[in-house]
């Protein structure tokens, strides 16, 4: 064994720290933002929307390209999978235009 059970409590006890402290200056971040800034909530929903549509277009062009796509245990294949990697296309494109949607709505919610 080359890793001693102390070794491992203390990296676990490290990680529970950087997470802790990370999660506490997040928090207080997003508290800070949402008290000063005027409709915090539609900002925050173009920020993150914005980032979730950029990964889930890059995800379909990438899976259209090369007929692969990653999942949790690994990645499907459209020769291996063909049903499986369909539906998974599926859900891609039915995503992408939801955040379209509600990516306007919050461009709205700002220019009134």
Do not use: C, K
Request: positive net charge.
């Amino acid at each position: 064994m080359a890793d001693g059970p102390g070794s491992i409590l203390g990296a676990l006890a490290r990680t529970a720290l950087l997470v802790g402290i990370s999660g506490i200056a997040l928090y207080l971040a997003l508290a800070a933002f949402s008290q000063n800034v005027p409709a915090a909530h539609l900002w925050l929903v173009l920020l993150l929307g914005s980032a979730a549509l950029i990964l889930f277009g890059t995800s379909l062009f990438g899976a259209l390209r090369t007929g692969r796509m990653a999942s949790r245990g690994g990645e499907i294949s459209a020769r291996a999978n063909p049903i499986l990697f369909g539906m998974m296309l599926v859900l891609l494109l039915a995503a992408i235009p939801a955040l379209l949607v509600l990516l306007a709505w919050a461009g709205w919610g700002l220019l009134r």
